[in-house]
C-alpha cells in the first residue's frame, strides 16, 4: 500500500459526499486553536486538558487538534507569518521580558476601553505593560454589556478588577442617554438576576409614553 500525500487526502475527503463534516470538523478545530491562544496556554494544556477529561472523544479531539496547531504554527513560521493572537501573546512575551531586563517606559496610566470583553492574553498583554511603567490600569466599561465569552473574554477580569490587579476604585457612570428609563428598569431587573453581575441603577432622561411589550419565541 502506498503513502499518499496528506494534501491529496484531504482532498479526496473534501470532494467526498460526506465532505461537509470535515467541514465542520475543520471550523471546529480552526476555532479551538484561536480560542486555545486567546487564553494564552502554553502547549503543555493540550496534556492537561487531556489529563483532566475520561471522555474518550474529548481525549481524541484534543490529539487531533494538538497536531493541527502545531503544524499550523509550523506553517507559519515557514512563510514568515503571524496571526492576531500570536501578535497579542509575543508582545507580552516581549515586554515581560524588558521588565525582567530592568528595562522601563514612562507612563503613568494605561486607558483600556470596552474592559468586559478582555480575554486573559490581552490581560497578560496590559498587566505586563503596567508593570514595565509602573502605570495605573484605567478600565473602562459595562458588565452589563458582555457578549464575547465565545471568543474567549472572561467578564471576572473585569468584575474582580481589584482582586485582579491589587488595587482600584470603581466610579460608576449611571447616567445614559441610549434607552428610556422604562426599558432600562425591565432590562436591569433581569440583568440583575445574575449575582455576578455588578449592582447599579441607571438613570435615563428619556420616556415613552407607550407601554413596553415583550415578545418571547
Known amino acids: 500500500m502506498t503513502k499518499r500525500p496528506a494534501e491529496e ?9 460526506e465532505s461537509k463534516y470535515i467541514t465542520r470538523l475543520t ?3 480552526c476555532t479551538f486553536i484561536n480560542n486555545f491562544k486567546t487564553q494564552g496556554y502554553s502547549t503543555e494544556k493540550f496534556d492537561d486538558y487531556k489529563a483532566a477529561t475520561k471522555n474518550v472523544r474529548t481525549k481524541l479531539f484534543l490529539d487531533v487538534c494538538k497536531v493541527c496547531y502545531y503544524e499550523y504554527q509550523k506553517r507559519l513560521q515557514e512563510e514568515h507569518s503571524i496571526d492576531f493572537q500570536d501578535m497579542i501573546n509575543e508582545s507580552a512575551e516581549l515586554i515581560h521580558k524588558k521588565r525582567i531586563d530592568k528595562e522601563r517606559l514612562d507612563y503613568q496610566y494605561i486607558i483600556v476601553d470596552e474592559y468586559q470583553d478582555i480575554s486573559r492574553q490581552r490581560y497578560n498583554l496590559v498587566r505586563e505593560l503596567s508593570l514595565l511603567c509602573n502605570a495605573k490600569i484605567m478600565a473602562v466599561g ?8 465565545f471568543s474567549g473574554s472572561i467578564l471576572p477580569l473585569f468584575t474582580r478588577f481589584c482582586e485582579e490587579v491589587g488595587y482600584g476604585q470603581e466610579l460608576k457612570i449611571t447616567r445614559t442617554y441610549r434607552n428610556a428609563q422604562e426599558v432600562i428598569n425591565i432590562a436591569g431587573t433581569f440583568i440583575q438576576k445574575n449575582a455576578a ?11 415613552i409614553t407607550n407601554p413596553v411589550i415583550i415578545h418571547t419565541y
Open 142 to 149: 459595562d458588565d452589563w454589556q458582555s457578549i464575547y465569552a
Open 27 to 29: 471550523l471546529l478545530i
Open 9 to 17: 487526502v484531504y482532498k479526496k475527503l473534501v470532494d467526498s459526499e
Open 197 to 207: 453581575q455588578i449592582r447599579k441603577e441607571l438613570i435615563s432622561p428619556k420616556r
